[in-house]
Every structure is written in structure tokens, then in C-alpha cells.
């Protein structure tokens, strides 16, 4: 029977769970065992690796696995499984993720950038089943894309491809992290739009991406306005790709995603308009929703990538 181990390596959470099986995971297959534990104010990269080997001996409980696949919330070498740094997380830079996994758990260990793993498991287990060609987009802490292309991820070179978030929407809009004005992600993502919030002056509880769509739903105007911008960026960036690549379907996840009807109606409005009109895709939720890296890494463990 084989024992797989599957980690998440999120920018505020750390997640991992268990799946044995005697056939080829499937859609209906479940985990025996999972956990998720957020990261405190500070955590740096120490931490993190700490608490998952923790955490993955925790739920495998003596049993070794046959294969781990992660998930990491930032760029990759896929091929090494080397990570080149997280953007929010401190400490991650020139990591050997692979090897000190590899160590930790005496198994082969496979790693992947979080959007290219997400994308994987909607593509097998979730919204992309049935499909040649899918692009899954997380919005959340960050932005970020992964493709799946004639049945297969496509990476790029480098491993880099699908940094949607980093796609400009607005030359003259605020500076984003990577140095440049008006990204998607420095627009719709939801600790920028949060900062932005808190900006004007709005007071009250802690400001947050959710905080930012419960006060839109309440009819806070700039949270709306500051909300519907960022849907607009994030549709602007899903035009172009739509250009670029031709998918068959975007699949969205991450929690900016749970912003409500009138975000979703405006960033598929803004994609269509972007795009060509002979362009024919459409823009749906993650099916897997928040465990979408889970089942991905559970595909990339299962070798089911092809890659």
C-alpha cells in the first residue's frame, strides 16, 4: 500500500496531510489524516521547516512514506527542488527544500511552486477534470498562476512561468514589491487592498482582505471601490493571458476569491473585454478550494504530472 505525505507551504500557514492508498488517488480518495496550523507574527523559514517535519511525523505516526509531495508559496526549481525565496515569508532564499525534506523523511521528496501544484490538482481532482488546458490563479496573500497545458503543467524556463500577479494592469497605479507600478497583484491582492484600506483612514477592527469584502458587502465606499479595482486588475490580467495562451478555462482560488458576486461579475466582465472577442474561455471557482495544493502535491508525489 503506498503512504503519501503532502505539505503546504503557505505565506501564513503551514498544512500537510496523509493518504494511503492500494490504487491511483482519485477524486473521490480521501485523506487519512490532515492538519493546518497558522504561523505566527515573525515566523521566518526555521520555523516553518520545523513545525511541517513536526507536523508530518505527527500524522504519519511511524509509518513511512513512499513519496512527499509539496507545495511552497513562492518560486521553485521544480526539477532540484530548490527554492529561490518566498516573498513573504523572511530566511527562504537559496533553499534546498527537497534535500531537507528528503533527510527528514528518509523518502523521495517532490516540490513545486503552490500555483503549478493547485493547478495540478484541480486539473486531476477538481474544476480541470476533463480538460487539455486549464490556467489556475491564487489570490490571496500573493497572486500567482500555474498552467496546465495539452494535459500537462507547463513551467517555463527556470520554472518561473504563470507570475500573473506580477502582470501590469495600471502603469500609473502604487508600487508593488518587485519594484514596478500597478501590478495585479499590488492591486487584488488582499493584504494590498487591506493597506490601502487603512490608508484612508478606516478604523475599527483589524483591516484585512476579508475585513475589506465584509465592509463592501456593507456598503463601505472606499472598501467597494477599493475591492472592484482589484477585481478589475485581476480581470485585466486574465484578458491578456487569455491572449497570450488560450486556455480553455481559468480556475480561480484563494481566499480574495470568497469577495462575493459583484467581484466575480467584474473580473469576468474585464477579462472578456481584455481579451480578443474571438476568445471563448470562462472563470470559475477552484473546486478544491483552499485544499487545492494538498491534492496537487498529492498528484505530484503520485507521479501523476508526467513530468
Known sequence: ???YLVCDFGGTKLSAAVMETTAVPHAASNWQSRQRVFSPPGADRAYDIQTMIALGRELLAGRQP????VSFGGPVNHQTGMVYLSHHVPGWESTPLQAILAEAFA???FVDNDADIAALGEYHFGAGQGLDSLFYVTVS????GGWILNGRPWRGHQGLAGEIGHTLADPAGPLCLCGKHGC????ASGPYMAQDLAARGVIGSPITGERVAELAAQGQPDAQEILQRGAW???VGLGHAANFINPQRFVLGGGVTKSGDDWWRMVRQTAVATALPEFRFDIVPAALGDDAPLWGALALAARLDKS
Do not use: S, W, Y
Not at 513512499?66 to 509531495?69: L, M
Not at 496573500?141 to 500567482?144: P, Q
Open 184 to 187: 495585479v497583484e499590488r492591486l
Open 141 to 144: 496573500t500573493g497572486i500567482g
Open 107 to 109: 523518502a523521495p521528496v
Open 1 to 3: 500500500m503506498a503512504c
Open 233 to 235: 486588475a485581476l480581470g
Open 66 to 69: 513512499t513519496a512527499v509531495g
